[in-house]
């Protein structure tokens, strides 16, 4: 089955620096790539995802790329604020038909922005 | 609209009890998830139905572990008899046939 991979597990920064959290996967049928944002006592939200036709999209101050080739992909924030602070976790799937929806999740990157 | 509502939010037992978790999707969603949420650890996905029939269960402990999904809309996920690695939040998702999944606040199962 699909294993994702996903680094760092704790990421630091100051406010208004950029951060980056990359994630590998081993499924190369997965085309389906969402990041997560699970606050404290809350479920993941869906911050931005990607399908394989695409490279890079942008939202914001978010931005996700994909490298199939080398079968991973990455979160990039900028301009990081502190209500960004929150644990992050990509996914993927194989995004088509029945139990290929499934998602499989990395361990997750706690991200702290300082002040 | 509204989101994936979740009840309890909060639930302590002692093992080998028994305990019900309930998920209402977001209207119109025809796909429903019940993840399992260890600390420190991804969601992983326990069962999947496709309106009211299982697309997968395979990571389902079934020996304590049962889910349904009453008319195609609401789902009950129950355990019995608790063990004290069940201690998790549960997290139930929603989805479009072929787009992203909601998650619902969870409820955060103590056993002890």
């Known amino acids: 089955g699909e294993n994702v991979e996903q680094h760092p597990s704790t990421l630091s920064v100051q406010e208004g620096d950029s951060a980056v959290i990359k994630c590998t996967y081993s499924?190369?049928?997965?085309?389906?790539f969402p990041w997560y944002k699970q606050e404290l006592g809350k479920g993941p939200q869906l911050i931005i995802d990607i399908r394989s036709n695409v490279g890079e999209k942008k939202d914001q101050r978010i931005a996700v790329t994909l490298n199939k080739t080398a079968k991973h992909f990455s979160l990039h924030i900028t301009e990081t604020q502190p209500e960004d602070s929150a644990v992050y976790f990509c996914?993927?799937?194989?995004?088509?038909?029945?139990?290929?929806?499934?998602?499989?999740f990395g361990k997750g990157t706690l991200l702290t922005v300082n002040p | 609209e509204a989101g994936v509502a979740q009840s309890p939010r909060y639930k302590i037992i002692e093992k080998r009890q028994s305990v019900a978790f309930w998920c209402n999707p977001i209207?119109?969603?025809?796909?429903l998830y019940w993840y399992q949420q260890i600390l420190g650890q991804g969601p992983k996905l326990l069962i999947q139905f496709q309106n009211n029939g299982v697309v997968d269960d395979s990571q389902l402990p079934k020996d304590r572990f049962s889910a349904e999904r009453l008319k195609g809309v609401d789902s009950t996920l129950k355990i019995q008899p608790a063990k004290l690695e069940d201690s998790a939040v549960y997290l139930c998702?929603?989805?479009?046939?072929?787009?992203?999944?909601?998650f619902g606040p969870g409820t955060r199962l103590t056993v002890t």
């Open positions: 499924d190369s049928a997965s085309n389906y």
């Open positions: 998702a929603s989805s479009r046939l072929d787009r992203e999944q909601y």
């Open positions: 996914a993927a799937s194989k995004g088509s038909g029945g139990s290929n929806y499934k998602l499989t």
């Open positions: 209207s119109g969603h025809a796909t």
